[in-house]
């Protein structure tokens, strides 16, 4: 359903795309297929309406390899090629400024800035804020914002929403009245919806079991947190980073989670150049007692300085593997 208050934003953001003579798109930190699957989709056709466009992400993080095979990806340029100076900014799948690392200082030298997201958190840092929190993903947003355009989704520009689609919905798992037709919708443009699932989700080097083998072997169950909700955490170590990337790394959380007497899942994943420094994945679902009754992990990623959606959040945290086990023991409560 789009709201009155969407609908202005949509057109608002309409009237912006319509006018700007130059865009930069920035996509967030660690990036995924979402924000850079909406970056690129945007950028497809705004280029094909030639207008010059550049897409970025701070660093210190690579674009992952499986995320290097959607369409535009040469639209990319380097943090420090990205321009002081233009009509549009538009951040797209970030919940606040700090998303966009060190790029966020280019907010300041954009004539417009535009928001487009769906995290719970989101702060509508934006002149223009197209943020819907029951948005299954980003790209749903961009199609929705083409649609309001009147913009053709050519078959690039649906690889590059599908992409974004089929990770956050976690290959359809987490899907609302739409979700299929707008899948459907994609699909029927010709993109390979299967080839594009394998690349993104289902393709790992050999090295991916030895390591999943070690880090699953650190899992614990507590299950007295939360008057019975139950956490489950396991850590990835730097020692463990040989070898993989960061699609393997960010897989272990999806089998984490799939414990049963666990409510909310924890992935403490240590940093290589800073061994003190560690990003955390939550997850949270609902445990059955009670209808709804699932921990809100976004509220907790937040109070410890990150952010997310209800049921995904993350955050960043510095210290030993017991500190980080008692501090999110402590916010969980
Ligand atoms: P991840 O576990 O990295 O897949 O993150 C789950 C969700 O939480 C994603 O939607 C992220 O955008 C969000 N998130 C992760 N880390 C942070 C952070 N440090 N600050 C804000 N949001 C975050
Ligand atoms: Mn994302
Ligand atoms: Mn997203």
Request: aromatic fraction near 4%; charged fraction near 20%; include cysteine.
């Amino acid at each position: 359903m789009t709201t009155m208050r969407e609908t202005a934003d949509l057109d608002a953001a309409v009237a912006a795309l319509d006018v700007a003579r130059s865009v930069t798109i920035l996509c967030h930190v660690q990036p995924d297929a979402d924000t850079i699957g909406s970056g690129l989709a945007l950028a497809l056709v705004l280029h094909r309406r030639g207008i010059p466009v550049q897409v970025s992400f701070a660093e210190p993080a690579e674009l992952p390899v499986s995320i290097r095979s959607l369409p535009g990806v040469w639209h990319l340029v380097a943090p420090v090629e990205v321009r002081d100076k233009v009509d549009l900014l538009v951040a797209v799948d970030c919940g606040s400024a700090g998303r966009l690392g060190a790029l966020a200082d280019r907010l300041s030298g954009a004539a417009t800035t535009m928001v487009i997201d769906h995290h719970r958190s989101n702060t509508r840092f934006g002149a223009i804020n197209v943020v819907d929190p029951g948005a299954e993903s980003t790209t749903s947003l961009v199609a929705r914002l083409l649609d309001a355009w009147g913009v053709p989704i050519e078959p690039d520009v649906a690889h590059c929403l599908y992409a974004g689609l089929v990770t956050d919905t976690g290959s359809f798992r987490w899907v609302r009245p739409g979700t299929h037709e707008l899948a459907e919708r994609l699909l029927s443009t010709g993109i390979d919806g299967a080839k594009i699932a394998r690349t993104l989700l289902d393709t790992h080097p050999f090295g991916w079991l030895p390591m999943l083998a070690r880090v699953l072997g650190t899992a614990r169950l507590v299950p007295e947190v939360r008057g019975g909700i139950g956490l489950v955490y396991a850590f990835v170590h730097r020692h463990d980073l040989d070898g993989v990337r960061s699609e393997e790394v960010e897989s272990v959380i999806d089998i984490v989670r799939t414990t049963a007497e666990a409510g909310v899942a924890a992935v403490f994943k240590q940093s290589h150049a800073v061994p003190d420094r560690w990003t955390v994945s939550l997850r949270s679902r609902d445990t059955g007692v009670v209808v709804g009754d699932g921990v809100d992990v976004a509220e907790v990623a937040t109070a410890l300085g990150g952010g997310g959606h209800r049921f995904a959040a993350g955050y960043t945290a510095y210290g030993s593997p017991d500190d980080l086990v008692a501090e999110l023991l402590a916010a969980l409560g």
